[in-house]
């Protein structure tokens, strides 16, 4: 069975993901902040949108700008985009409880940035319990959305420096990394360049990298030579 991809609009994203983010399946774009999670974020969305089809966005951290969508797409491909934006993990929750009945046949992509900010205030040594449940109730329901409608999904998430000193880890540890079948870290280069390096892929091996440069069309090659 052939796998099923949709373009990010970003030639070196589509070529390190072998055409672009895999339908029926959610992908978690990690790294610290400043990497350029929202940015990816925005350039796929815009790519889905300007082609035509629904984005369904979820912004819980106020990072979304139409001004920087409309720079990398268009006016007409703004009218696309449904917003939500739920102001603590409640209000998450209820979004992701709803979000059947807002994902139709023409919608391409759903987008939470970020899925774990409005769960890291609510967490905590007393009730971390509950709070892992329901943040993996919210990642099921959106695993049987893109199942279901044959869309991608698309979650980024923060990280932390774990206690041994020696990496990153996800916010939430093993639930989102149960959940997402494909996990993208991102790092700094220099000024606008970014790396994104596959941690988990069901058919792409792991450690693969590329370097691409934020600029105001979106997510671009390089332009030094050498980079690679």
């Known amino acids: 069975m052939e796998v099923q991809r949709i373009s990010t609009g970003s030639k070196p994203l589509d070529e390190l993901l072998n ?7 959610i992908t978690n774009v990690f790294g610290e902040s400043g990497t350029g999670k929202t940015n990816l974020c925005v350039q796929v969305a815009a790519e ?24 990398v797409a268009s006016e007409d491909a703004l009218e696309e985009v449904t917003m939500f ?9 209820n979004v992701l409880d709803s ?3 807002a994902v139709d ?16 205030l609510e967490v905590n040594d007393n ?3 509950d709070i892992n449940q329901k943040l993996s109730g919210q990642l099921s329901e959106l695993s049987k959305i893109a199942r279901k409608h044959e869309i991608p999904v698309m979650v980024t998430n923060q990280v932390y ?19 997402s079948k494909c996990l993208l870290q991102l790092e ?13 892929h069901r058919s792409l091996p792991e450690g693969k990298t590329r370097r691409f440069q934020i600029v105001d069309d979106g997510l671009v090659e390089p332009e030094k030579k050498g980079l690679f």
């Not at 934006?85 to 929750?93: A, K, N, R």
């Not at 046949?105 to 890291?120: A, F, K, M, N, P």
């Open 19 to 25: 055409g672009g983010l895999e339908k029926k399946v």
């Open 48 to 71: 889905v949108a300007a082609n035509g089809k629904k984005v369904i966005y979820i912004d819980t951290e106020g990072g979304f700008s139409p001004e920087r969508f409309v720079q």
């Open 85 to 93: 934006e739920p102001l603590d993990f409640e209000q998450q929750e």
């Open 99 to 101: 979000l059947e009945e």
């Open 105 to 120: 046949q023409e919608t391409g992509l759903v987008v939470i940035d970020s899925l774990v900010s409005l769960y890291r």
């Open 127 to 129: 009730n971390a319990s």
């Open 161 to 179: 420096s774990n206690f041994d000193g020696d990496g990153l880890e996800l916010v939430g540890k093993d639930v989102p990394r149960y959940w």
């Open 188 to 200: 700094n280069d220099e000024k606008s360049l970014r790396t994104v390096a596959i941690e988990k």
